[in-house]
């Protein structure tokens, strides 16, 4: 399925975003209120600028009697009305105003804060929920370093923009907002010029960010190829050094690295461009307010105290301005980011995993029935059918390519066929869940793939749960036990990364260790010992029979190596999707036909 188009504007996103603190309405609710009183009480501050100075003034109008007693009426009476606040009220309320923003300030930075790095940390989760239980398709499809960057570097980006919705535009127009309200309350035609100043003023912005962010996107997909580049170079750096292809991979980044800062400076520019105006249209504003105020001051309109109530005015709303821009810039440089995480968890996940029944614990075995599947247009299997019985041993064998590995894929369900149907105890795969099907499964791959934990949790993920003891006698019988038991940490040493503290053989043995512990109905083994030398093959093959022989096992073998399915119950041929040959290797080699000439040509090479 392709991918969400990339001209997704920002408000799209912007609602998609949002729609992530849907869970936390109430929070938002309580945040915006204490934003309400913590902005109010910053507005109050400017407030008392007015009789301060309307004091000061008739101090220095009338020195001699600015030390007469205060006017007459109770404190409260004369708190009630401004043009009577004396210093006693007037330092009464700037204490209670100091107060009150040092409580809400507080509750206001730590709301704000939760709500940005909570919607980032759901995100996170959504992410990694939703990753595994895409298609194998979709992972074979995509660059792994693309992958890496979308969950690393673009959720990562997505703080920006929460800061943005849960913050600081919950914040800023708050305080511009109170701002205008002492605007109002000084002069109504200059509070008229302000709104119309702050619509021009979003309109240019918005022309600039959409610029920004498509450079941004660009910017990004670089920097995935060049995470690629990367991991490919730290993955392979044995083959790397072994071809003298250091220099060609440090060349490959540069090229990778270099489009990543043309790009990014594209998006600089357009920064860089966005924050000066704000800075532009600020200054502006700033002097057409005071150049306006002055007029006004010197026709009477308004005195000093509203004066310098308007200037105070003027510097928050200037100050949340270039918050805001500044912000805003932010978003866009990370709406690209944001863009193509909201790609990846647009992708559809797979519903086999937990829909569907359960899987019947015994049954008549496995059985294919007239099976056809391709990947996209190109056919892989052409009408297979054959049945597996439990006890039996089926070997797979074929030319590269003939769709050995794929055959198999359709029975752990990673793949639906086009045609026909796999049918396991009785039951077409299509109506069970895949969870209930893969436990009576066990996979021992050619590649063996361990994770950076213990060996002894390394052989646990066979059957989670299970004690020491089990995971014990899992390990003697795949011939691993007396190795890990002689390590300084036992089952305790960490594996490494994929395992790269064991040999190879060692490393098989381990998950071969894990299947022994799920004892599973179900055994595939894909080229389970065509990677290894003759002596750790050897141990493999030891445990590779404790594994096999388990009464009722179905047990699928392919292999390259012929000589290792000989003692198989039957063996199936594939030859360009079809089954063109089976029966037991006696039976094949007296057929003269393609087993026997693959068997042939590997005995005389």
């Avoid at 006017?71 to 009220?89: C, M, P, S, Y």
């Amino acid at each position: 399925m392709s991918e969400a188009a990339p001209s997704a504007s920002v408000w799209k996103l912007t609602w998609r975003f949002l729609g992530l603190g849907r869970p936390y309405t109430l929070r938002i609710v309580l945040t915006i209120t204490v934003c309400f009183f913590a902005s109010g009480a910053k507005a109050m501050q400017a407030f008392i600028l007015k009789p301060v100075i309307e004091k000061a003034k008739e101090i220095a109008d009338k020195p001699k009697e600015a030390v007469a007693a205060t006017d007459g009426g109770t404190f409260w009476e004369r708190a009630r009305d401004v043009k009577r606040w004396d210093l006693q009220i007037i330092a009464w309320a700037a204490i209670l105003t100091s107060a009150f923003m040092f409580v809400f300030g507080w509750l206001k930075d730590f709301l704000t804060n939760w709500l940005t790095n909570r919607i980032v940390a759901d995100l996170r989760n959504k992410v990694a929920e939703h990753l595994p239980f895409l298609p194998l398709r979709y992972h074979y499809d995509r660059k792994s370093g693309d992958l890496v960057s979308r969950v690393t570097n673009d959720v990562a980006l997505t703080e920006n923009v929460s800061n943005f919705y849960f913050d600081d535009m919950i914040v800023q127009p708050i305080m511009i907002l109170c701002a205008l309200v002492l605007i109002v309350m000084t002069n109504w035609t200059l509070a008229v010029i302000a709104v119309v100043f702050f619509a021009l003023y979003a309109l240019l912005l918005g022309r600039v960010g959409r610029a920004m962010r498509k450079s941004r996107k660009r910017s990004l997909e670089s920097l995935g190829d060049m995470t690629g580049t990367m991991l490919q170079t730290f993955g392979g750096i044995k083959v790397v050094k072994a071809f003298s292809m250091e220099a060609a991979q440090a060349a490959q980044f540069r090229e990778h690295n270099d489009s990543f800062f043309r790009n990014y400076m594209k998006v600089i520019r357009r920064k860089a461009l966005g924050e000066n105006l704000s800075q532009l249209l600020a200054g502006l504003m700033v002097a057409g307010f005071l150049v306006g105020g002055f007029q006004l001051l010197s026709k009477g309109v308004m005195t000093a105290g509203d004066m310098a109530v308007l200037g105070m005015a003027v510097a928050i709303i200037n100050s949340s301005v270039k918050e805001t821009s500044k912000s805003y810039n932010r978003l866009v440089d990370s709406s690209a980011g944001c863009e193509r995480v909201f790609e990846l968890l647009d992708q559809p996940r797979e519903t086999e995993h937990d829909q569907g029944s359960e899987l019947p614990a015994v049954g008549a075995g496995v059985e294919y029935r007239g099976v056809s599947f391709g990947y996209d247009a190109v056919p892989v299997l052409r009408d297979v059918s054959f049945t597996a019985a439990p006890g039996e041993v089926i070997a797979i064998v074929g030319r590269t390519g003939a769709g050995k590995t794929t055959l198999l894929d359709l029975l752990c369900r990673f793949y639906d066929p086009t045609q026909g149907s796999v049918i396991v105890n009785g039951v077409d795969l299509r109506g069970v869940k895949r969870s209930s099907l893969l436990s009576h499964i066990a996979v021992v791959t050619q590649d063996p793939f361990l994770f950076n934990t213990t060996l002894g949790e390394n052989i646990r993920h066979g059957r989670p749960g299970a004690s020491a003891s089990e995971v014990e006698a899992a390990a003697k019988a795949a011939y691993i036990h007396d190795f890990i038991a002689g390590l300084p940490k036992g089952y305790e040493t960490p594996a490494g990364e994929r395992g790269t503290k064991l040999s190879g053989g060692q490393r098989q043995r381990v998950t071969l260790a894990r299947a022994i512990l799920r004892n599973p109905a179900i055994l595939i083994l894909d080229e389970a010992t065509s990677s290894l030398d003759a002596e750790s093959e050897k141990a493999v093959q030891l445990a590779l029979g404790n594994l096999i022989r388990a009464k009722g096992r179905i047990t699928f073998v392919i292999a390259h190596r012929l000589s290792t399915v000989k003692n198989a119950d039957r063996i199936l041929v594939i030859d360009e999707g079809r089954i063109s040959e089976q029966g037991s290797h006696d039976e094949l080699i007296a057929r003269a036909g393609v087993y026997a000439t693959l068997y042939a040509t590997q005995f005389q090479a």
